[in-house]
């Protein structure tokens, strides 16, 4: 799976948007808040994600319900190394 490949937009103050859509059973928009040009261009750092659900709610990945939500923070964590660590921060930092 190819992540960030349907879709790309830049708003005006630089900030990228990137859209996925899984054959239509899962839509992910993922947020670059300060473009692409800067770094560090990593997941939970300055790239979040969120997820659109059946029933049109937005969720910000890592919520109960979010494809990457994991009880033990395996999305979100210092010392995990899924390749995918980083992608369920986005609830976290919100919560702060």
């Known amino acids: 799976m190819t992540f960030f490949d349907d879709g790309q937009f830049v708003l005006n103050d630089g900030t990228l948007v990137l859209l996925q859509n899984e054959n239509g059973l899962r839509v992910m928009i993922s947020v670059d808040v300060n473009g692409f040009g800067k770094g560090p261009n990593r997941l939970g750092r300055d790239l979040f994600m969120f997820q659109l659900t059946d029933d ?28 995918m660590n980083g992608a369920g921060c986005t609830y976290k930092m919100l919560q702060e």
Request: proline content about 4%; overall charge negative.
């Open 56 to 83: 049109g709610e937005l969720l910000p990945m890592g919520a109960k319900g979010s494809d990457y939500y994991s009880v033990n923070d395996s999305y979100c964590s210092d010392t995990s190394t899924s390749n």
